[in-house]
């Protein structure tokens, strides 16, 4: 018989709490780092960077390399990744997804530690082994590697725009179709299956399901929120591919960015789609309905609903998107079901017009 033993990487720095902007010169020093690169989201040196750069400097951190990101095209990426001056030892990303996946894919082409500092909680990405990036134009999901650290600052995160909050429950919430997804392709086409992996997913959402106070600005919903969404990045390292955190919900997510000239945020699509996928594989669709509703995460995307026409042809499209990859829309009869449902159901009347 083989023996086999899968070893993973696990970020060697972990810190959500309240505060932790002030402190993360204290853990990179910790971790013997001197010279760093840092990229920032458009806005966030104005918010925190008097906080950041105290930081830094009284740890006698130099910042070799300093950019502001807004441009998320692969190609540019790794030619500027280039010019990063070989003293750098670790590159810092701060604020939200899109410098916090510029930076990791950076690290993954130069073959340098990374450290994910997010200051919103919009999805999983922070912790995650991917980037979302452009490709050819179009935003598509590519491997770089898992963080080696992760600095949470709670009060940060309080800061955000609700927006980004409900796309973090949403992409949360996801978790829960994906499961199943897997599921049933390994019972249909013999996926290969992680057992480690599908648990930690699977506690990812049960764990923000049993904490009581759906108070989205509190500092303890957020601190569940975002340790949840950061194991599932872990599920996804274990697991080796998306499977964990993605399914059908997620093929609707990206249909629809390829569709509508004006997509939501990633997780308000595929919060969305999980509450409708839920549905037609028949799976804890109330469990799912109640937490969307409490948290008031349908009323915020009833206030700017979806295209529905443009949905409904997402729905069709999804199975498309990725080749092989079999989810509950992969039986044609479920799609009818999905829009069918879409027509009829009042939650979906009001998000989708």
């Known amino acids: 018989m083989k023996f086999c033993q899968k070893q993973i990487l696990i970020p060697s720095i972990l810190k959500i709490s309240k505060g932790e902007l002030n402190r993360v010169g204290k853990y990179l020093k910790e971790k013997e780092f001197t010279n760093i690169a840092i990229f920032l989201s458009e806005g966030i040196e104005?918010?925190?960077?008097?906080?950041?750069?105290?930081?830094?400097?009284?740890?006698?951190?130099?910042?070799?390399?300093?950019?502001?990101?807004?441009?998320?095209?692969?190609e540019n990426i790794i030619h500027n990744a280039f010019k990063i001056p070989k003293s750098v030892d670790v590159l810092v990303g701060i604020g939200g997804g899109k410098a916090l996946d510029y930076s990791k894919y950076c690290a993954h082409?130069?073959?340098?530690?990374?450290?994910?500092?997010?200051?919103?909680?919009?999805?999983?990405?922070?912790?995650?082994?991917?980037?979302?990036?452009?490709?050819?134009?179009?935003?598509?999901?590519?491997?770089?590697?898992?963080?080696?650290?992760?600095?949470?600052?709670?009060?940060?995160?309080?800061?955000?725009?609700?927006?980004?909050?409900?796309?973090?429950?949403?992409?949360?919430?996801?978790?829960?179709?994906?499961?199943?997804?897997?599921?049933?392709?390994?019972?249909?086409?013999?996926?290969?299956?992680?057992?480690?992996?599908?648990?930690?997913?699977?506690?990812?959402?049960?764990?923000?399901?049993?904490?009581?106070?759906?108070?989205?600005?509190?500092?303890?919903?957020?601190?569940?929120?975002?340790?949840s969404l950061l194991m599932s990045g872990i599920a996804m390292e274990i697991a080796g591919f998306s499977r964990p955190a993605s399914g059908s919900e997620h093929l609707i997510s990206h249909a629809l960015d390829q569709i509508t000239k004006t997509p939501a945020m990633h997780g308000i699509q595929v919060g969305i789609a999980t509450y409708i996928c839920s549905y037609i594989q028949d799976n804890r669709f109330k469990v799912v309905k109640d937490f969307l509703q409490s948290t008031g995460f349908f009323d915020f995307v009833a206030e700017?609903?979806?295209?529905?026409?443009?949905?409904?042809?997402?729905?069709?499209?999804?199975?498309?998107?990725?080749?092989?990859?079999?989810?509950?829309?992969?039986?044609?009869?479920?799609?009818?079901?999905?829009?069918?449902?879409?027509?009829?159901?009042?939650?979906?009347?009001?998000c989708l017009q």
Request: glycine residues 4%.
């Open 304 to 350: 700017k609903p979806l295209n529905k026409e443009e949905f409904i042809e997402a729905i069709r499209t999804a199975p498309t998107i990725k080749e092989d990859f079999y989810t509950i829309l992969s039986d044609k009869r479920n799609i009818e079901r999905a829009i069918e449902f879409i027509q009829t159901d009042p939650i979906c009347l009001k």
């Open 46 to 74: 104005e918010l925190f960077g008097e906080k950041i750069y105290s930081s830094l400097e009284s740890s006698g951190i130099n910042v070799m390399h300093r950019d502001v990101i807004s441009d998320i095209n692969i």
């Open 109 to 227: 082409v130069l073959a340098l530690p990374f450290v994910s500092i997010p200051t919103s909680t919009s999805n999983d990405g922070f912790c995650s082994p991917n980037s979302s990036l452009l490709v050819d134009g179009k935003r598509k999901t590519v491997t770089a590697k898992i963080p080696y650290g992760v600095i949470v600052d709670i009060e940060a995160v309080q800061t955000s725009p609700k927006s980004c909050i409900y796309s973090g429950i949403g992409d949360l919430i996801s978790k829960v179709t994906a499961g199943y997804d897997w599921l049933k392709a390994v019972e249909v086409t013999g996926e290969s299956f992680n057992d480690f992996a599908y648990l930690i997913a699977e506690n990812t959402v049960s764990d923000i399901l049993h904490y009581k106070n759906h108070d989205i600005r509190s500092a303890e919903f957020l601190y569940h929120l975002v340790n």
